[in-house]
C-alpha cells in the first residue's frame, strides 16, 4: 500500500511530539538523562493520548547509541532498527489477544536471557489490564525483580481493572485528555507541512470531536480531507463528524429564550431532516447549556468550556439567560435523554421537550416601591435626628415614634443558594477516621477516570477542583471550589449514584457523598470544634460538681478514678 493514514505517517517519533503530555516527558526525560531507570513503568489514561507511542520513544531513548540523552536520535542503528521493527529486543504484546497464563509464563522464561542486539531488553504490553488473574500472577515476581537488562512498559485505558500488587511494582504516570486547544495547533501543523488547505474552524470543530483523543482527530482530519473537495470547510468537518453547527444551538437557544416555538420546531426540524441523531442532538444541547453555565459563573476559565466556542453570539446570549433558567433548561434535557433511551419515539419526545423549553417562566424581580419610599424616610428621620442630638437639643425619641399599631414589616431578600447540609456534615465529623479519608484519597483519580471511561466526562469535570476532607464509615465529605460546582454535583442524582458505585467497586464501601464549598468548609469546622470543646468542659463540670466524687478526687487523686455512668 503506498498511502498511509494520518495517525501512523504523523505518530509521534520523539518527546517533544507527544502533545498535553509534559508532565509525563519531562519526567521520562529527567530519569533518562540521570540514568535513574526503572525496571517497570504503568501507562495509563484515556486512548489515543499517547501511551504506546511514549513507550516506543522510551525505548528508542534508552537503547540510543548515544546515550544518556533526554530524545532518541533516529538514525543510529539501535533508534532506526526499533522504528522498523527489525530488533528482537523490543517486544510489543497485545494483552487483549495474549491474556492465558501459558504467553506470561513464554515471557518469563525468555526474560533471562540477555539482549542480542541493544542494551536493554524492553517488553511494552498493551491493554495489559485484559490479562488474566492467572496472568497477573504470572507475571508479578518477574515484574518485581527482573534481570538489570530488562525493562516492562505496561500501557492501559483502565487502570482499576490492574490488581495493586502490580501496580505497587511499577512507576505510575498518568496520561491526561488533550486539550482542545492543544489538538487544534497539531491538526494545523499536520496539515501545513502535509499540504492541506482548511478552514480553523473546521479544525476546531474535529478538535472537539476528538474528545481529547489525539489519534481520533488525525483520523477525522484524514477522513475530512478525502470527502472535501481540494480545501476542509467547516461544512465538511461537520458531516465527517457528525456535529451540529454552532450556529444551530445559538439559533436554537435565541428562539427558547424569546419563546418562539414555532421557529425552534422549525430549526429543529431542519436537524433531523439532515439525518442528526436526536439522542446526540440532545447530549450536545445539555452540554452547550452547561457551557453556558460554566462560563456564566467562572469566564476566566475558557478550558472548562467543551463543546463551544466562545463567539459574540454566545456571550450575548449568556448575558440575557439567567443560571435559574440554565437549570430548568438542563434538568428538562436531562429528563428528555432518558425517557427516549426506552422508546422508538426520539422525535416526538424531542419536540416535547423544546416546547417545554420555551414554557420555562422568566423570573420576575418584583419591587415594593411602597416600601422602598418609607425606607428612604426613615433613613432621612435618622439624619435629622443625628443633626439635632449634635448641636444639643434634646430629642424624645418616643414622641416621636408613629403611633400606628403594627410597625412597618422588614422585608426578607432571600438569596437562591446552595443550602449546605450542616447537620449531616456534623454527623460525618463526629465518627471521622484517618482510614476512611486515605481510602477514598487514593482512589480518587481512579474514580475519575472511570466517570470518563463511563462517558460521564462533564460530571467528572466538576470533580477536577474538588477533593475528599472528611470520612466516616459510610459517608464522606467532597469540599468544592466553586459553590456552582457543587450545587450542580449535589443536585443530579444520577451523578451521586455514579460515585457511590465507583467507589464501592475500587474501595469495598458504598460511601455518600456530601458537598460543601469551599468557602463554607473553614466555618463548619471551626463550629464543629468549638461546639465538642463547649460539650467537653460541661461533661468535665458536671462530673466535678458530684459531692462524692470531688471528695473521692481529694482522696486519691483525679488520676487513679474512672468515672462510668
Request: aromatic share 6%.
Amino acid at each position: 500500500m503506498s498511502y498511509q493514514a494520518l495517525y501512523r505517517v504523523w505518530r509521534p517519533q520523539t518527546f517533544a511530539d507527544v502533545v498535553g503530555q509534559e508532565h509525563v516527558t519531562k519526567t521520562l526525560q529527567n530519569a533518562l538523562l540521570q540514568q535513574k531507570i526503572s525496571h517497570a513503568y504503568l501507562f495509563s489514561g484515556p486512548r489515543g493520548t499517547g501511551k504506546t507511542s511514549a513507550a516506543k520513544i522510551f525505548a528508542k531513548t534508552v537503547n540510543c547509541e548515544k546515550s544518556p540523552v533526554g530524545e532518541p536520535c533516529n538514525e543510529c542503528n539501535a533508534c532506526r532498527g526499533i522504528m522498523d521493527g527489525t530488533i528482537p529486543d523490543v517486544i510489543e504484546i497485545d494483552a487483549a489477544s495474549n491474556t492465558g497464563v501459558d504467553d506470561i509464563r513464554d515471557i518469563r522464561d525468555k526474560v533471562k536471557f540477555a539482549p542480542s542486539v541493544v542494551k536493554y531488553k524492553v517488553y511494552i504490553i498493551d491493554e495489559v489490564h485484559m490479562l488474566s488473574i492467572g496472568a497477573f500472577n504470572a507475571l508479578l515476581k518477574t515484574l518485581e525483580e527482573p534481570p538489570k537488562h530488562v525493562i516492562f512498559i505496561l500501557a492501559t485505558t483502565e487502570p482499576h481493572k490492574i490488581p495493586l500488587t502490580i501496580i505497587s511494582r511499577c512507576q505510575r504516570f498518568d496520561f491526561k485528555r488533550i486539550t482542545a486547544l492543544d489538538i487544534t495547533q497539531r491538526l494545523k501543523y499536520v496539515a501545513n507541512e502535509s499540504g492541506i488547505e482548511y478552514d480553523e474552524q473546521a479544525l476546531n470543530v474535529i478538535a472537539h470531536a476528538a474528545e481529547g483523543g489525539m489519534r481520533d482527530a488525525l483520523s477525522l482530519l484524514d477522513q475530512a480531507v478525502s470527502f472535501s473537495e481540494g480545501k476542509i470547510r467547516i461544512e465538511d468537518a461537520l458531516t465527517v463528524t457528525g456535529s451540529i453547527s454552532q450556529s444551530y444551538f445559538n439559533q436554537l437557544a435565541k428562539a427558547i429564550y424569546k419563546k418562539d416555538i414555532a421557529h425552534a420546531l422549525e430549526v429543529l426540524g431542519e436537524l433531523l431532516q439532515q439525518g442528526k441523531d436526536a439522542s446526540r442532538l440532545v447530549e450536545d444541547f445539555i452540554l452547550y447549556y452547561r457551557d453556558m453555565l460554566l462560563y456564566k459563573a467562572a469566564p476566566q476559565l475558557e478550558e472548562a468550556v467543551e463543546k463551544v466556542m466562545v463567539d459574540e453570539d454566545f456571550q450575548q446570549l449568556s448575558g440575557e439567560i439567567s443560571s435559574d433558567q440554565l437549570y430548568e433548561y438542563i434538568e428538562v434535557l436531562n429528563k428528555t435523554q432518558q425517557e427516549m433511551r426506552f422508546s422508538n419515539l426520539a422525535r416526538i419526545y424531542l419536540e416535547v421537550a423544546f416546547i417545554k423549553l420555551c414554557e420555562v417562566k422568566k423570573p420576575v424581580q418584583v419591587k415594593d416601591q411602597n416600601v422602598e419610599s418609607l425606607t428612604a424616610k426613615i433613613e432621612a428621620l435618622e439624619k435629622e435626628i443625628q443633626v439635632l442630638k449634635t448641636s444639643g437639643v434634646q430629642v424624645h425619641e418616643q414622641h416621636m415614634t408613629p403611633k400606628a399599631s403594627h410597625p412597618p414589616k422588614k422585608t426578607s431578600h432571600s438569596t437562591k443558594g446552595f443550602k449546605v447540609q450542616e447537620g449531616r456534615i456534623h454527623d460525618i465529623l463526629k465518627e471521622a477516621t484517618k482510614e476512611d479519608l486515605n481510602l477514598i484519597r487514593s482512589r480518587w483519580k481512579d474514580m475519575i477516570e472511570t466517570l470518563n471511561s463511563r462517558q460521564m466526562r462533564s460530571q467528572a469535570a466538576l470533580l477536577n477542583e474538588a477533593e475528599p476532607v472528611a470520612a466516616s464509615t459510610t459517608s464522606f465529605v467532597i469540599k468544592f471550589k466553586y459553590e456552582i460546582h457543587c450545587q450542580m454535583a449535589m443536585d443530579n442524582q444520577k451523578f451521586l449514584q455514579a460515585i457511590t458505585s465507583i467507589l464501592s467497586e475500587v474501595t469495598g464501601v458504598g460511601y455518600q457523598p456530601v458537598g460543601v464549598p469551599e468557602s463554607q468548609w473553614n466555618t463548619i469546622r471551626e463550629h464543629f470544634i468549638q461546639h465538642r470543646n463547649e460539650n467537653e468542659d460541661e461533661e468535665a463540670n458536671e462530673q466535678t460538681d458530684d459531692p462524692l466524687i470531688s471528695e473521692a478526687m481529694k482522696l486519691v487523686g483525679s488520676d487513679l478514678i474512672e468515672i462510668k455512668d
